[in-house]
């Protein structure tokens, strides 16, 4: 099953993707909040190292079972959502650098614009730096539109631009 919910047993593998990719400086504490909380979605993309065997599992697809099984499982992806009802919100979602463009991220998103009803008028949102371009294309592909900009939001006084998702 390569996406499931996040366990305080899988923060180490979380906290090194956050450090290596040095976009955000959640700590152990504050990841452990959100897994606890009850309104938070925290899950992780896990990948299990096979012997011999290679699944043919697409890391598109969201949450589902694998036949295979192993005990040793890299930790390749997370993603923290708050799921507030009609609003909710993607706090952070990060993929390996070095499996980055897999599907990861996808697979990830997937997993928390499951839980909304765009037919009743549910919507997603999120904010993203204005000058992370890769980021920004990656939620347009998704159906994330831009809505408002915070200017000088971030503290090395970039903007974010405000996105949501709304069907």
């Known amino acids: 099953m390569p996406v499931r919910e996040m366990k305080i047993d899988d923060l180490p593998q979380v906290l090194q993707i956050q450090k290596a990719l040095a976009f955000q400086d959640w700590n152990e504490r504050q990841f452990i909040a959100e897994i606890t909380a009850d309104y938070a979605l925290c899950v992780v993309y896990e990948e299990a190292q ?16 694998s036949p295979l099984q192993n005990d040793s499982k890299d930790i390749l992806g997370y993603a923290v959502f708050h ?15 070095s499996h980055q463009r897999a599907g990861i991220g996808t697979a990830l998103l997937n997993a928390g614009l499951a839980n909304l009803d765009f037919a009743k008028g549910d919507k997603m949102f999120l904010e993203v730096r204005e000058g992370n371009t890769k980021a920004r294309r990656f939620y347009e592909k998704h159906g994330f539109e831009p809505y408002a900009e915070r200017k000088k939001y971030y503290a090395d006084g970039e903007n974010a631009i405000l996105y949501q998702k709304s069907k």
């Not at 096979?50 to 079972?65: L, V, Y």
């Not at 799921?83 to 650098?97: H, K, T």
């Open 83 to 97: 799921l507030m009802g009609p609003d909710s919100e993607l706090l952070s979602i990060a993929a390996n650098a």
């Open 50 to 65: 096979f012997n011999s065997a290679q699944s043919n599992e697409d890391p598109r697809d969201s949450i589902g079972a």
